[in-house]
């Protein structure tokens, strides 16, 4: 059974696209996304985001979407996960991790189940256990969730009634 789920977020939960403007940098998040981690949350399972980038809005967005745990600008992702492993005392088949890039390799081999969005980087896509349909930033966050959920055998509309 998962009890944390882990994920990169540019790339995963993002598209990866930057954007620079006046402004400074924008990237954009799904909200289907952010609904499924609001859902996994509510059966129980814990959130954490572990990014090799970062900004206050990032760290915003996933607060507001339940994550339990967020890193960013992160150089070794793998010392963070073993670190969040040691602190919530769980075996590492009670941790998923979803990543799409060279940096989330050695994550994706450390965790018990591994996924990656279907754009991921082909080396990425040859390890991990699971390739999602969809891209990242368009909902793969979200079918990582409902996969985790039915696996599980836990009806995502009972489970979404509780974190209203």
Known sequence: MIKLL????????????IYMGPGGEQVTFNVKDGLGSKIIKSS?????????????????????????????????????LNNIQKETKLSWDQIA???????????????????????AASSVLKIVDHVTRLAGGYGCFREVCEYILSKEKIN???SFKGSN
Do not use: H, M, Q
Request: glycine content about 10%; proline content about 1%.
């Open 6 to 17: 882990v994920t990169d977020v540019d790339g995963v939960l993002t598209d990866g696209k």
């Open 97 to 119: 991790y979803v990543g799409d890039d060279l940096n989330d390799i050695e994550c994706l081999k450390a965790a018990g189940v591994s996924f990656a969005p279907n754009d």
């Open 44 to 80: 129980g399972v814990t959130l954490a985001a572990i990014s090799g980038r970062g900004s206050n809005y990032t760290e915003k967005r996933l607060r507001d979407v339940g994550f339990d745990y967020v890193y960013l600008n992160v150089k070794d992702k793998l010392s963070v």
């Open 156 to 158: 995502i509309d009972e």
